[in-house]
Nanobody, 123 residues
Framework: VQLQASGGGLVQAGGSLRLSCAASGRTFSDYAVGWFRQVPGKEREFVAAISRAGTRTTYAGSVKGRFTASRDNAENTVYLQMNRLKPEDTAVYYC?????????????????WGQGTQVTVSS
């Protein structure tokens, strides 16, 4: 499966963005998807994950209650709705896929990555 993340941009603190991760190439509903983010000089960190059916989600503590992962398997797309954004959410956001029922937090658990999309939150 190939992935393409989009939807990033510049937003003021307190604002919202919705990221998309579009898939092609294989049956998307066979894959759990994770969202990660990375800032220069730091390791890629887990943000959220969604099971292949979309029934189970997991969030990092720093985004819980503000971010929501969802998916539309008919459209081969996973979303990350980000509300009440903070300057510390500024990063390049990536989506990854793994051919399992549920997602996982380590980056090493994901077989495929899309190119990132930049999110910048101004104070």
């Amino acid at each position: 499966v190939q992935l393409q993340a989009s939807g990033g941009g510049l937003v003021q603190a307190g604002g919202s963005l919705r990221l998309s991760c579009a898939a092609s190439g294989r049956t998307f509903s066979d894959y759990a998807v994770g969202w990660f983010r990375q800032v220069p000089g730091k390791e890629r960190e887990f943000v959220a994950a969604i099971s292949r059916a979309g029934t189970r989600t997991t969030y990092a503590g720093s985004v819980k209650g503000r971010f929501t992962a969802s998916r539309d398997n008919a459209e081969n797309t996973v979303y990350l709705q980000m509300n009440r954004l903070k300057p510390e959410d500024t990063a390049v956001y990536y989506c990854g896929a793994r051919p399992t029922v549920t997602g996982a937090t380590p980056t090493t658990e994901y077989h495929t990555w899309g190119q990132g999309t930049q999110v910048t939150v101004s104070s």
